[in-house]
């Protein structure tokens, strides 16, 4: 598997782990081979080969991907701050730790910003300065932030990340036997709710 890291904005530090795990393990390229062996391979599924943007696949599909970190990590700014101190690089985990609890009330600022364009007719700039003042972005985070919100193709795959968490959270549960489920068969969110 490869995966591509989008390097026009630098990253916080704070973000790899999570990155990696909604990524790669148990995120998305987890999900992707399990189903691929089991839903096509030996299932049969055809329809297990695609993956449909826009489509509730999507919203599972983020869900897992969201939960990764808490599901595998007890601890993930230990782990982070253990593994990057392996590469020289100096990672505070309780500082990491009170930004990512500040960040976490913010998780719908994407959203509403999209719901500004195109539910309220917002100027483009407006959510701009939306994204940066609620969400705490930088002028470049909040650019990049705003091209994907207005991409004709991923404008409504904004709500995803967070939808898709809360729904798969909730149906979870802390239970690792659900986590696997959700990685290795295809429900839907009626399943889920």
């Not at 030996?42 to 919203?59: D, H, K, N, R």
């Not at 999209?114 to 994204?131: K, R, V």
Request: with cysteine.
């Amino acid at each position: 598997s490869r995966i591509a890291v989008n390097t026009d904005v630098p990253m916080a530090t704070n973000l790899l782990t999570e990155l990696m795990a909604h990524e790669l393990y148990p995120g998305h390229q987890t999900e992707h081979a399990w189903k691929e062996q089991l839903l096509l391979r030996e299932g049969g599924q055809e329809e297990a080969s695609i993956l449909m943007i826009g489509a509730p696949e999507s919203l599972i599909a983020e869900g897992i991907a969201g939960l990764a970190t808490e599901t595998v990590l007890e601890d993930e700014d230990a782990f982070a701050a253990e593994v990057l101190a392996r590469h020289g690089i100096d990672y505070d985990a309780d500082v990491a730790r009170a930004v990512k609890a500040v960040r976490r009330p913010l998780a719908r600022v994407p959203d509403n910003a999209a719901m500004m364009i195109y539910e309220d007719g917002a100027a483009d700039s407006d959510a701009f300065e939306y994204l940066k003042d609620r969400a705490l972005m930088s002028d470049r985070r909040a650019k990049q932030a705003l091209k994907f919100i207005a991409d004709p193709m991923w404008r409504s795959y904004v709500t995803t990340y967070q939808d898709g968490y809360e729904l798969c959270k909730n149906w979870v549960r802390g239970d690792p036997a659900r986590f696997k489920r959700l990685l290795t068969e295809q429900l839907t969110p009626a399943d889920l709710a």
